[in-house]
């Protein structure tokens, strides 16, 4: 990433233990949310990773510790296919975490993948500005994973969407999955007041690496986008996921 890069790394030596750390991050940033402005506004993220943290979430004792009713949820990106798909985002989310909690359904906010994708990402972005208002569209936690090609988010090598300069939500085809997906902007994604990205499992060793510690290179590792305009950046890893970076004590 570029010399000026500044992050909070924490390693852990499971994946369960990233996913406790990270139940515990969520209820933290979503106290002090709440205490500043009477919200919580959280994005998700999909794939496996987060999974574990639903779950938790889900369960006592950390179900307890969330104020669900002044919590509004977002999702930073998703595949257009049927709410209904496994691949879905906003279904495994809902199947994990928000069918087992007492969340209201007005503050849950999935992309509306029942429309074109054009369609979707305009009226998406209709959504995140509506809720915002006057405020300039900034989510208290934004959680995001890593792919082994550097995409985060729905942010891919190879795709126009990684040179967008506008705050917003885009349709962008992945040509190597065969689909399209909506995505918000890095500018978006970097409004955010924190952001954390959970990695972990051996396979994403070498792509942790170079995100890390390689040249700047979005065209090529899409993640070292993210960098927080006036916000902070985590990274939760596990053991294996660090095995080839040099941690500093």
């Not at 209820?27 to 639903?54: E, N, W």
């Not at 257009?80 to 087992?100: E, G, M, P, R």
């Not at 995409?151 to 885009?170: D, K």
């Amino acid at each position: 990433m570029t010399a000026d890069s500044t992050y909070h790394l924490k390693v852990f030596q499971t994946a369960d233990e990233l996913c406790k750390a990270a139940a515990e991050f969520f209820i933290d940033i979503s106290r002090k949310s709440i205490a500043a402005r009477g919200r919580f506004v959280v994005s998700l993220s999909g794939g496996t990773t987060p999974q574990g943290l639903y779950s938790l979430l889900s369960e006592s004792p950390f179900r307890e510790q969330v104020e669900w009713e002044k919590t509004v949820v977002f999702w930073g990106d998703e595949r257009c296919v049927s709410l209904n798909d496994t691949q879905n985002n906003a279904h495994q989310a809902k199947i994990t975490l928000l069918d087992k909690i007492d969340i209201p359904k007005a503050n849950i906010y999935a992309i509306p993948v029942n429309l074109s994708p054009e369609e979707a990402a305009i009226n998406y972005e209709k959504e995140v500005n509506c809720f915002f208002g006057k405020e300039t569209p900034r989510f208290d936690l934004m959680l995001l994973g890593l792919g082994e090609n550097g995409h985060t988010a729905s942010l891919f090598p190879g795709t126009n969407v990684i040179y967008e300069q506008t705050v917003g939500i885009r349709a962008v085809y992945v040509e190597e999955e065969k689909m399209f997906r909506i995505t918000m902007t890095a500018p978006l994604i970097n409004q955010s007041g924190a952001i954390l990205f959970l990695v972990n499992g051996e396979n994403k060793a070498v792509i942790l690496k170079e995100v890390l510690t390689a040249a700047y290179r979005p065209d090529k590792i899409p993640a070292h986008l993210i960098q927080p305009v006036n916000g902070e950046l985590y990274w939760f890893v596990d053991r294996a996921s660090a095995s080839l970076i040099t941690i500093k004590n």
